[in-house]
């Protein structure tokens, strides 16, 4: 395919997406239209100039978010971008793309695990771990049993950030030799089946893992060189789809007696990882800038369990009257009407309306913090 198709096709395909209703709330097709907005930004010719236009219009157009992913199968936006990475490899240079909401932090500690996660820790030292995917009450059942050798397990329901951590989590934990992969797939994302793919077959050049059938199977938070050593450190089993405690402890058992532990006693973080920079929050020094598009007042009306909140300018003139009964609604309406235009006033914003909203659910006094 040539460039001017390949670009034809992606348009076509953003298109399907935006008008398909639920897409136009979803945080997918807005995720998608800001990655291909950068990911072709340094192409050239009018069937770019026509997709940028699109990206804009559909952009601007898009509805207040109000889900971050339904799990849709087919999901419009992701094989719209899966489908234009493919076309586009080895035709068109592009960049590898950071997504805003695809970082984690990494602790610089000697503590292990090194990423947050919704995992149960029993023993350091084991050799085995487990993701139990989207079965979310496996890995409390795994802790009472108990088995020998087990070291770790929790939950993986992306294809992307989950992989990420459990990657990062295993390379600096050399005593960990055996992942199974247990539990049930993520609806549409197919988490379990990137993990073997990722195992056999690694990533691409666009950090793509090779074979992956998920929705966005990018692993952003992670180096190649990681990747190869997470491939060359552990063995993979899969139970996907078994969710049998007794079961997956045995073959955790099991698998701990065929290969013990042989590294030191002490010696997670053999692997350097990457990491974003950690920033320190801190009270600030200088009050909130003025706010070109105006002021506001919150009014918490606890008899009638809503929120008030008024808009004026610096004129004092009453511009609008938004009213909610929850932080999340009205911030996301003030944005969707550019009511405030500034960050540091929209972080002001969301902190006053969760306290407005917190007061009315326990009853307690609202006076509202000076920016």
């Given at each position: 395919?040539?460039?001017?198709?390949?670009?034809?096709?992606?348009?076509?395909?953003?298109?399907?997406?935006?008008?398909?209703?639920?897409?136009?709330?979803?945080?997918?097709?807005?995720?998608?239209?800001?990655?291909?907005?950068?990911?072709?930004?340094?192409?050239?010719?009018?069937?770019?100039?026509?997709?940028?236009?699109?990206?804009?219009?559909?952009?601007?157009?898009?509805?207040?978010?109000?889900?971050?992913?339904?799990?849709?199968?087919?999901?419009?936006?992701?094989?719209?971008?899966?489908?234009?990475?493919?076309?586009?490899?080895?035709?068109?240079?592009?960049?590898?793309?950071?997504?805003?909401?695809?970082?984690?932090?990494?602790?610089?500690?000697?503590?292990?695990?090194?990423?947050?996660?919704?995992?149960?820790?029993?023993?350091?030292?084991?050799?085995?771990?487990?993701?139990?995917?989207?079965?979310?009450?496996?890995?409390?059942?795994?802790?009472?049993?108990?088995?020998?050798?087990?070291?770790?397990?929790?939950?993986?329901?992306?294809?992307?950030?989950?992989?990420?951590?459990?990657?990062?989590?295993?390379?600096?934990?050399?005593?960990?030799?055996?992942?199974?992969?247990?539990?049930?797939?993520?609806?549409?994302?197919?988490?379990?089946?990137?993990?073997?793919?990722?195992?056999?077959?690694?990533?691409?050049?666009?950090?793509?893992?090779?074979?992956a059938k998920g929705k966005r199977p990018f692993l952003r938070n992670i180096t190649a060189q990681e990747i190869e050593h997470f491939r060359q450190q552990v063995i993979l089993v899969d139970m996907i789809g078994c969710d049998d405690a007794e079961r997956i402890a045995a073959e955790a058992a099991d698998r701990a007696q065929k290969q013990p532990c042989a590294c030191p006693a002490a010696s997670p973080r053999e692997v350097a990882t990457t990491s974003p920079r950690r920033l320190r929050a801190e009270m600030p020094n200088r009050p909130v800038k003025l706010d070109r598009s105006g002021y506001f007042v919150i009014i918490p009306q606890p008899d009638k369990k809503l929120i008030i909140v008024e808009h004026y300018d610096y004129r004092d003139q009453l511009l609008h009257v938004i009213e909610g009964q929850d932080a999340r609604s009205l911030c996301a309406t003030i944005l969707e009407f550019g009511l405030a235009s500034q960050l540091d006033h929209a972080a002001y914003l969301g902190r006053e309306l969760m306290r407005a909203e917190l007061s009315i659910r326990y009853g307690l006094p609202f006076v509202q913090d000076g920016a």
């Open positions: 395919m040539t460039q001017d198709e390949i670009l034809r096709q992606l348009r076509m395909d953003l298109a399907q997406a935006f008008e398909t209703p639920k897409c136009r709330r979803c945080g997918c097709l807005r995720d998608t239209l800001l990655t291909m907005r950068e990911a072709t930004a340094n192409l050239s010719g009018i069937e770019s100039e026509a997709l940028q236009a699109d990206i804009i219009r559909f952009l601007n157009s898009m509805e207040a978010i109000k889900y971050p992913c339904l799990g849709c199968d087919p999901c419009y936006p992701a094989n719209a971008e899966n489908r234009f990475l493919t076309a586009a490899e080895g035709v068109l240079l592009l960049p590898n793309v950071q997504r805003a909401s695809c970082a984690f932090e990494v602790r610089t500690d000697d503590s292990w695990p090194v990423v947050a996660g919704e995992y149960i820790v029993l023993d350091h030292c084991a050799t085995v771990a487990v993701s139990t995917l989207a079965s979310t009450d496996l890995p409390e059942k795994l802790s009472r049993l108990r088995p020998h050798g087990l070291a770790i397990a929790g939950k993986t329901e992306t294809e992307n950030i989950g992989i990420d951590k459990v990657v990062k989590n295993i390379i600096t934990n050399p005593c960990i030799r055996t992942l199974i992969i247990a539990g049930q797939e993520p609806k549409g994302h197919l988490t379990g089946q990137a993990l073997l793919s990722l195992w056999e077959n690694g990533v691409d050049e666009q950090q793509r893992i090779v074979g």
